[in-house]
């Protein structure tokens, strides 16, 4: 089966499962390794389209729970879709809401053909099946989307990522069976919580399938950060090759290194910009908390190297102003330089790996930042 997108590995590491490539969409080529800022409702919170071309952006996420809530997905498609809804004309993926569906384990009811759920909204009652979240999906648009799947908490028994796998697995087909816009690319994504036996099966079951690409779901949900790496070490050998893999959820940067050395080619999180909201800025010293009374005379700007607006233009005396003083700009600012933070460690990534020094970059890399993680066994 062809797939709208064309995926092309252009360097391997020789010394890690690291892979530099390019992800060619219907709506441009996204560069890998490569971090999707995240859009929930169709916007990622205080940018503007234009201001993330700037950064570099090319992918970004948007969700599908929230945006079949509000505004809906027949809105959505009757102003044109999303790339014209939200005027982003770049690559676009959508989330199934498998995650934030479960997340809402008091509100929902999962049976074999979908689940249940309440809206966080206003409490109305609403069902996703593999085939409506497949019309959702078609209805918004997005050049990649992913079917619905059951993601379980953790930690879970075994015999509940075992029936999450067997209902993922069949949704998956149903989804597949379900879709039929052909400029979409359709992934499947693996699950198998922390057991590394059904993480393997599952990545053989959906690597079994006429999908265009893998999500690897159900992990950064609070499982220790050595036992993720011990997951993705698990299952990314039993993925295909040759289809491009995409780790849902995750993006502190040290998690970005390792799972980009683990063979990771994008990823998506709210992290970076959920920081900025909270007042904090990553910087090669690492993460800064501008609440903190330090910064109250820091004429030195973020960081010293850094190129984006927010660094050549203000001190961190007059960010902690303004994120004391809650004022709008400084969570814009702050956003600003946290995206333009993530993305070019992302392009430093893929450049190490394309010129063969992945290793010593990443060594380099490691000792520096504070909250650096084991390399690969």
């Known amino acids: 089966m062809s797939h709208p997108i064309q995926f092309n590995i252009l360097a391997r590491d020789a010394t890690s499962w690291a892979r530099a490539g390019e992800l060619h969409t219907p709506h441009g080529v996204i ?15 205080s940018v503007s389209p234009r201001e993330l071309r700037e950064l570099g952006a090319s992918l970004i996420l948007a969700n599908t729970y929230h945006l079949a809530l509000r505004p ?9 879709g999303l790339h014209r809804f939200m005027a982003w004309d770049g ?23 979908g689940v249940r759920f309440r809206s966080h909204i206003d409490g109305s009652e609403h069902v996703f099946t593999p085939e409506s979240v497949m019309d959702i999906e078609m209805k918004l648009g997005a050049d990649i989307i992913m079917p619905l799947d059951v993601c379980p908490p953790y930690p879970a028994t075994r015999e509940e990522n075992e029936r999450a796998l067997d209902l993922t697995h069949a949704w998956a087909a149903r989804c597949l ?20 036996d059904l993480r393997r099966a599952s990545a053989e079951a959906i690597g079994g399938l006429a999908v265009a690409g893998i999500g690897i779901g159900g992990l950064s949900v609070g499982e220790p950060k050595e036992m993720m790496l011990a997951m993705l070490e698990a ?20 998690d970005l290194v390792a799972g980009a050395a683990r063979g990771i080619d994008t990823f998506d999180c709210v992290l970076p910009t959920r920081e900025a909201r909270h007042g904090s ?31 050549q233009t203000f001190s961190r005396a007059y960010l902690r102003h303004l994120v004391k003083a809650d004022e709008l700009l400084g969570l814009r600012l702050l956003t600003i330089h946290n995206l333009a933070f993530v993305l070019r460690l992302m392009r430093e990534v893929r450049a190490a790996i394309l ?10 890399w490691e000792a520096r930042w504070p909250r650096a993680l084991p390399s690969l066994a």
């Open 31 to 45: 560069p890998t390794p490569y971090l999707a800022p995240v859009g929930t409702a169709a916007t990622v919170k």
């Open 72 to 80: 809906g997905a027949d809105l959505v498609a009757e102003m044109g």
């Open 91 to 113: 690559p676009i993926l959508t989330d199934s809401g498998g995650f934030q569906v479960f997340s809402l384990a008091p509100m929902r009811t999962l049976t074999p053909d």
């Open 177 to 196: 069976a379900a879709h039929d816009r052909p400029d979409q690319a359709v992934y499947g994504i693996v699950q198998g919580g922390v057991y590394a």
């Open 235 to 254: 299952q990314v050998p039993c993925l295909p090759d040759g289809l491009p893999r995409h780790l849902l959820g995750v993006g502190a940067p040290e």
């Open 281 to 311: 800025a990553w910087t090669p010293e690492g993460r800064l908390n501008l609440k903190n009374a330090r910064f109250q005379r820091d004429a030195a700007p973020l960081d010293p190297t850094c190129d984006c607006y927010t660094c």
């Open 355 to 364: 010129d063969g020094r992945f290793a010593s970059w990443r060594a380099d």
